[in-house]
T-cell receptor
Framework: RKEVEQDPGPFNVPEGATVAFNCTYS??????FFWYRQDCRKEPKLLMS???SGNEDGRFTAQLNRASQYISLLIRDSKLSDSATYLC?????????????FGKGTRLHILP | GAVVSQHPSRVICKSGTSVKIECRSL??????MFWYRQFPKQSLMLMAT?????????EQGVEKDKFLINHASLTLSTLTVTSAHPEDSSFYIC????????????FGPGTRLTVT
């Protein structure tokens, strides 16, 4: 099983719709979780951290389910500018809190 | 704040030559810098972690003699791809962290290397 797995998509979603992605991770001892966004041929940028109790930032909501070892990202009222690849990122090693593992990403296309 | 630059953004070199890529944190001091590689439609793969003034820690499967990393100051790290081969063609991205914490990595814009 890969350390971090995501559905590669693409998800083609009409503007204004709600879309959700999941990501599973293999190491139950993983400590920290993040969603990054990567635009085509650009560097990844931190979108949000994922906290145990779930957290929201505007139209974006992140959830963590430790029992099932997955995290999710929900985007409400999607905008054209949300089109990007969303990367699930996990810090799997409690002995190395600087190391993060990236998933392959889920591609999202928002359709006008 | 938290800007990281990389140079060059794009480089084409011939097989057998060496290429140096620079990564700079412009407005903060980076305790730790990371080098990643991303092949098309693949995830970013960590190659190595470097702390200023000490030897880099390479991930399994990454040849330290081929990918030379120098982190001479708190704002500059370099990656040198030695004796480049076409299979080294990839997108190389660095990140810098002021604290080393997992959520605090700021990425450079990447360097697209093509080896002919």
């Amino acid at each position: 099983r890969k350390e971090v797995e995501q559905d590669p998509g693409p998800f083609n979603v009409p503007e204004g719709a709600t879309v959700a992605f999941n990501c599973t991770y293999s190491n139950s001892a993983s400590q920290s979780f993040f969603w990054y966004r990567q635009d085509c041929r650009k560097e990844p940028k931190l979108l949000m951290s994922v906290y145990s109790s779930g957290n929201e930032d505007g139209r974006f909501t992140a959830q963590l389910n430790r029992a099932s070892q997955y995290i999710s990202l929900l985007i409400r009222d999607s905008k054209l500018s949300d089109s990007a690849t969303y990367l699930c990122v996990v810090n799997p090693d409690s002995n190395r809190d600087d190391k993060i593992i990236f998933g392959k990403g889920t591609r999202l296309h928002i359709l006008p | 704040g938290a800007v990281v630059s990389q140079h060059p953004s794009r480089v084409i070199c011939k097989s057998g030559t060496s290429v140096k890529i620079e990564c700079r944190s412009l407005d903060f001091q980076a305790t730790t810098m990371f080098w990643y590689r991303q092949f098309p439609k693949q995830s970013l793969m960590l190659m190595a972690t470097s702390n200023e003034g000490s030897k880099a820690t390479y991930e399994q499967g990454v040849e330290k003699d081929k990918f030379l990393i120098n982190h001479a100051s708190l704002t500059l790290s370099t990656l040198t791809v030695t004796s480049a081969h076409p299979e080294d063609s990839s997108f190389y991205i660095c990140s810098a962290s002021p604290s080393g914490g997992p959520g605090e990595q700021y990425f450079g814009p990447g360097t697209r290397l093509t080896v002919t």
